[in-house]
Structures are given as structure tokens and as C-alpha cells.
């Protein structure tokens, strides 16, 4: 009994392999080679699967969704004879499971030399301020060849990327004293340009308040001249309008000519020509006076007696 015993929990065991390896359940975003006596026979999709036991077996199971690999610093020459490190990212995606596992033997391991050979291609034929400057162009140039390379294979790369570029210290160091003058010059140029357009602003300012100063002290020395023209007028059209003769008129003139030197400016009085007219006109006006009646001439008038007005008497 224990002989049948043993050889029904052997067979047990066996079926329980074979369904196992029956059976294949493939993950989503997956794919599986089955190979038949070492022979590619088809490509296992994801899902459950029925295989011939012992007969077919599964050479590889490929994750078809995209990968990220970054590949480790290369060193590369530009054209100006500098060695700058590298670092690079490949984006791709597997598309064909079986071109994969059969037309390369490592596609990672090709995907990564192909990108430093083809970097040192592209790198050599510019010079160091231009790789700084073109990743984007770069990039573009590395991808198209990647893509172009790779799809024999199975591989789609969908982006490339330059993680970042090294060059040497000393070019390090001499790249950030340039930086550091060149925005200290365009420190004192936007300080310059402040300060000139500051005193050009000032300037300006200065121009129109004299301008308007100007404009201003004109309009009141013009409102003076006006009020003073005016007044002569006034004064004038005043005179004219009384009739004075020229007896009044002289002695007007010999009232001002004290006014004339009063003022503690007035070092030099000068007597002006007009005065010996003026004491004739005054001299005639006085002895037309002296010539009236009762003025104390040869004959004078009796002046007419004023009526006495009688006061009230004193209580």
C-alpha cells in the first residue's frame, strides 16, 4: 500500500506542475516569449494564457510600459579641446517584445553606448559656450539618432535628456568672474543711466520753473506797467478834465521836487532844468495875486464888510 501511496502523491505533484506551468497569467503592460525546443513561437500578451507543458517555456516577460534610465557621466571634448562631464536621461519604450529579446542581446547596454558615441559626435563639433547654451538642440540631434538606431530593435526612444554639463574648475571659476564683472557692469551702466536721467529729469525741471518764473515776473512787470499806464491816465484824463492852468500846475511841481530827494539812496540831487519855469509861472501867479484888490497894491478895493451876526445874550 505504500508503494501506490507514494506514486499517487507523485503523480498528484506532477499535475500540479503541469497546470502550473499550463497556466500563464501575464500581468497588464506586459509581454512573455515562449520558446518550443529553444524556438521562438509566439509572444504571450497580457492576461491568461494556455501553454503546452514541459514543451514550451518562457524565455523572457518584458515591461512594455515606458522606461527611465540615466546613464552615469561621460566625459566628452568639445571643439575647443575642453572635457566636460555629461550627465544624460533616456526615455524609451519597448514596442516590439520580440525584436527585443532576439535582434540585441542587452538593449540597455546598446542604448547606452549608442548615446555616448553619438554625444561625443555632437559635442566635438561645438564649442563650449555653445553646449552650455544648445541642450535643446542637443537633445534633438541625440533623440533622432537614438530613435533612428533603435527601432530594429524593438526600442522606441521618446525623449532624451541632459541632466547636466560639467565643464572644469578652472573654466568654472573663470566663467563666474565673467559673470561677476558683467553684472557688475551692467550694475554701474543702469546706475549711470539713473543718474542721467536723473539730472536730465532735474534739468528739466529747473527749465520749466524758470520758464514759468520767468513767465510769471513778465506778466507782473506787464500788469504793473499796465495799473502804472493806467494810472497816468487816470491822473491825466484828471487834469485835463479840472482845466488847470500853468499858475497851478508850477506850484504842483515845486511840491514834488521834495519828495524827489527824500530817501537815504538819494546821495546826488540834481535840480532839473524845468525849475526856472517854474518860479516864473510860480513868480507870475504871485504877483497876479498881489495885483488883486486888497491885496496890498496901489489901489486897493475896500473889502466888503461881512454882516455881523448878532449873539443871543448870556443868561
Known sequence: MEPIIIVLIILVVLVFIALMKTVQVIPQASAAIVERFGRYTRTLNAGLNIVVPFIDTIRNRIDLREQVVPFPPQPVITQ????????????????????????????????????????????????LERTLTSREEINAALRGVLDEATGKWGIRVNRVELKAIEPPTSIQDSMEKQMRADRDKRAAILTAEGIRQSQILTAEGEKQSAILRAEGEARAAALRAEGEAQAIRTVFESIHAGDPDEKLLSYQYLQMLPKIAEGDANKLWIVPSEIGDALKGLSGAVGSFGSRPGGGGENPRPAKESPRREQPPID
Open 80 to 127: 575647443d579641446n575642453l572635457v566636460v562631464n555629461i550627465d544624460t536621461v533616456i526615455y524609451y519604450q519597448v514596442t516590439d517584445a520580440r525584436a527585443a529579446t532576439y535582434e540585441v542581446s542587452s538593449f540597455i547596454q546598446a542604448i547606452e553606448q549608442l548615446t555616448v558615441t553619438t554625444l561625443r559626435n555632437i559635442i566635438g563639433g561645438m564649442d
